[in-house]
């Protein structure tokens, strides 16, 4: 267990960085159920998010998504973020949502189509450059639907290539922050289906390049914390795209599903040193919010973050060490189960008044009639949503 | 192993019914993608499907989808599937895609929504009526996404109040087919999860309510012949929506992520007398195909059940019945094996060529040049897709 | 959210049975790993089991195991919990460890080997008239490993000719506890794999059948609450085999694997009535502990069973409700939330203490030197074990 | 398609290897069958060994474990295997059937234990040098059952230090295959979960370590071959464990589960290289069978092997490229079905025939009475099991 100050300043220093497409509406493939008052354009998605830093104090960064978020002049953009007090995080590429890329982005067997989805990621790249952003978050959602559909081995070759010429790009503090995912949308195989995959080619493409860790992303039954340990080892570890589900589709807000997953997850990121920011972890939602309403859910969904390093801080690290060693099992779990148990809202709450925040988040947002005001104003114009 | 002539009648006798969303454009949460040469009407829907039967000889019924499959005039949609060699299958209700069933259409905490909800299932009753449909599959995507969201005991509740409404509805040859689905596209709990829970239901509601097996709405691990084989016993077994994945979206042709899987569902049905038409086993398939040619795919997927059907016909049962009872482990899965390594395209071809077919339905489809005429010709409008 | 006085009410009167082969040797098919100290007979797994209900108070039943409990007098023995302030729980019948049983047991092709298993079922049921025991546990490990090897409706056929034979030797407070397994020991399937299968046998057979939920039994994703819901809605859960696991061997500590799953389930019970003794709800562990000390896993097991329940009591069931009918998702989620963080141990710290307890159930069971005593005293003899 | 004289050069040519617990008693954890004329020592497993190379032509070389297999004189037992026709191939050390272990053996935290684990691993090289084998399999049963137990991080640092002291011991023909394992029988997490762990242990030894693929130890939802081909690229598959599983336990026949993901797998074998002997992937069993007879499930597995073998080498790859180049995604899946509904039975018999050995091997082998005489022969003794 830390001191009580190094507690409180651990949890004051942690910036948990939304994403803009969570402000939007989103579905399922079933249905996207639409909602007053979501914003129109990228300008309105930063307002959103500065609600929710408002309320938190620790959300102050915002990912992008391109070409959802595409402006003319991201330099301006960048400006309005921090007129807002806000900075702009992750570029998130998107090689998707266009036709050419039904058979794949980066690995399509079209060398045409690879040149494409290429160009786009070195695009992301300018956007970089022009925003101030550090990271490229890259998530494929390459792969094939049935056996024999096209060559695994070739399509590695394909994606080898791709991350090599992107690498080669990348400015000085500049890195990739390369995704995994398990099972969608490719049904067959996905072409970055595991960390394994995203560790070798990362490890292939030198420093500037890591893993992220998305929870939602792995097959049942997979130890997330485990990856999360091994790749800190490995000094891979780039950064998570939080969020929960109970089986397929990955966006409940953070620590909904499992609470004490996310707990875990965060004490292995304690315990190796990740909440240090020379770790460069960076620690993002990636969700969207069909049903429920979007910037509270933010708001939840940070808080859900705080309140899992909150625990994790407050692991009695002597006495587990101590119960390890000594290979007492029942005494080193009720550690940590004695950290798990603790109600850490009230120590949030004086957390939050200390940078003189109201102690309830949602409370605090609820107050400003946001809602309220953004439902009556931003009518006429289309709505975000994905491919928005 | 029946006599080859039974397994031959067998074989022509079996029918396998299309579903009209499989012929329009479909895709995931993250992209549809289009084809050309998509129908832009339920009329050019039936037009595809009679492709289907032209080439297989065994795919007469087609499903409908309500309300994507909406016209004015059901008897008229009726008759020109009759003059196209075709007849109306199930009618499917769907009440997923209005904004009103954000939380739910039947379940729905809100009594006006139910009422919606319910009257759409009448209407589809009375559709039935005009088409002359013996089928109403249900398929409820109700179900909550946080814990908490909703009483789970009262939904049901709700559920088995509208069951029962639909169900004095039904005319003397007319059933609910009640499907089941784990975990989508409610992130936390499904209303009929299982097929447990659909059971329950349709065993209340009489004689007239089955159970429908999707092949795709279970669990990892799930052993779906052994609850086709329940089913079947207890007469609770309505149909299948026959279609496959490897792990959440159940789009593939069926037969293609797991082929010894279909295989062994079509031993049980024969073993279980499912083949007879007295049962009232419908074999139904319930896909979209993304990436693929759609028309081609349809014929693919029924090949596949057939050639699952032939081989749990080659079945040497009295050899498979003396080693089972004689408690021969392997003797007794040889027997299976057997059957299942047979090569039964020559076979089907046979089939085929007597009923007055070519030997191989894709070649036979891709001769016509449909794919080509309908590309050239269904420009303008509006393409079929999920909601169109 | 009950009256305080009601929730300290209801955390009092509930009683947990913990099984006698929680306190021997136990391992996986790889290694029992042995511990010093274990019982050698029935009358020291009483004695464990006493040290158990003595530091916390509600757990005076213990579920017995046949044979491994096996005894020339069970009067005898039930005199002896009666003297230890016990009671002799739920009659564990075993049919799954003799070479007899290789190929299933009520299940098996052979006659002479169901006559047998059905013979041992009905001296359980003697056992229960000698020992005052109400419930028979049915657990069946049959099954089959290889497609073929036996046939899936046979079985069934078997199955329920056996429970009906079982079911009508009942005596007028006795029932059947039935219990249903996904995917172990039979690797191909299980005759009683689901709860939708369990259900419906006991449907057949009558009010005196009921199924039993263990909470380690299940594919990978499904929701167990949903299940404790509906069959407490048919008035058919007769109980619950408590234990934890992450993949597949399922014999860690309730709650220990996800203790929000527990919360969900225990306010699942409470929302429906679960918690009043009239509906029988019998509240078991079953678990092994194979590389931790035994009495206090089963102690702490017992804790997190009650601090899962306390936490479902403090739900605010008005505030739920008005959230659920007013389809606020956030608020209703966060209703439940609310009271899954609360931090109950000091709660049920003050519940121990009016009964006369020690706070702390852990530290009061150190303090007695048992673990000690009982090292140095039972050497010699076989230490029971599975089997023994 | 490779030439016809080129597909049965390959099948004549590719070795699979049976592992010598094949031969002995083994179980769940519910219970251990035993059956008559199991072999009582190491010789009568190379006897039984013997049987199947007999019948099959392609299984000259059996694995040992050790301390099952452990006898005086290795050189002696080397020898016996030669003049039965046989080699000796991988040594399988085995860390976790002692009680020291119950914590893990080379990541257990008391290094006394580490020590002792890591010398048995050095052993297991000595006797390597004795019988001539090549490879050193290490699985390790390491892992924790509850979260907190131990140390995560820690662990792979033990790992990394044994298995460096390993590989500093091994000779120039020698290699580690180190294999992975995500879910048993540690509860909580594996120390090898996975093969992204595999793979950078054995990137940071060098090149004498490589992965071994078991087809029985990953998550649902797994696509096996799409390691195969990553590892096979990256030059780090040192071989397969063959057995199948439905869920849980890994004893079943190799391609009783799932022939078509045999099949998958063996077709990324064939289209990198895998069956070309310089790349030194070995074909292993790894399997138990506990309710079938012994040698005729080895036989049949073998025989398996060979039929995905068989039906990978028929895949036409010119078609299969030609289609994968254009983007036909049902002629490229056609072109593996294709192959894949072959019925290769013929073929082998052929191969089989033309090796001067009957068509059918467990018909060769059942009239070799061979059963009836070790039932006969092999009365006294202990049977071989696991640990015996």
């Given at each position: 267990m830390s001191e009580p100050s190094a507690v409180k300043d651990a949890l004051r220093n942690q910036r948990i960085e939304t994403p803009s497409w969570g402000y939007g509406n989103s579905g399922t493939r079933f249905k996207v159920f639409a909602q007053p008052g979501?914003?129109?354009?990228p300008y309105e998605k930063l307002a959103d998010a500065a609600q929710v830093h408002a309320a938190?104090?620790?959300?102050p960064k915002v990912s992008l998504h391109i070409p959802w978020d595409r402006v003319e002049d991201y330099g301006k953009l960048a400006a309005h973020a921090g007129s807002l007090g806000l900075e702009l995080g992750a570029i998130n590429a998107n090689v998707f949502q266009d036709d050419d890329y039904k058979l794949g982005s980066v690995t399509n067997p079209d060398p045409r189509v690879r040149r494409k989805a290429v160009d786009h990621l070195l695009d992301c790249v300018d956007i970089m450059d022009a925003t101030g952003s550090h990271d490229l978050k890259l998530w494929f959602s390459d792969g094939t639907n049935y056996p024999g559909q096209d060559d695994v081995a070739a399509r590695q070759d394909r994606l080898a290539e791709a991350l090599g010429e992107v690498y080669a790009r990348l400015g000085d503090d500049q890195r990739i922050l390369l995704e995994y995912k398990l099972f969608?949308?490719?049904?067959?195989?996905?072409?970055?289906?595991d960390w394994g995959t995203a560790f070798a080619h990362c490890l292939r493409l030198g420093p500037k390049a890591q893993v992220v860790v998305d929870t939602g992303h792995h097959a049942p039954g997979t130890n997330i914390e485990f990856i999360v340990a091994f790749l800190l080892r490995e000094g891979k570890l780039g950064g998570f795209d939080f969020n929960s589900r109970f089986y397929a589709d990955d966006d409940l807000m953070a620590g909904a599903a499992d609470p004490f997953q996310l707990f875990r997850i965060m004490h292995e990121v304690v315990r190796n040193g990740g909440l240090d920011e020379r770790t460069g972890v960076a620690f993002m939602l990636d969700q969207c919010h069909n049903i429920e309403a979007k910037i509270p859910a933010v708001i939840r969904s940070v808080m859900n973050v705080q309140e899992a390093t909150a625990k994790a801080l407050l692991v009695d690290a002597d006495a587990l060490g101590a119960a390890q060693r000594g290979g007492d099992v029942l005494a080193a779990n009720a550690v940590l189960m004695d950290a798990f148990s603790t109600d850490v809202r009230p120590l949030l709450a004086e957390v939050r008044e200390e940078m003189g925040l109201r102690p309830d988040p949602v409370a605090a947002y609820r107050a400003t009639g946001w809602a309220e005001k953004t439902a009556a104003e931003r009518v006429g114009g289309e709505q975000a949503g994905w491919g928005a």
């Open positions: 979501v914003p129109r354009d938190t104090g620790v959300a969608e949308p490719a049904f067959y195989t996905m072409d970055v289906p």
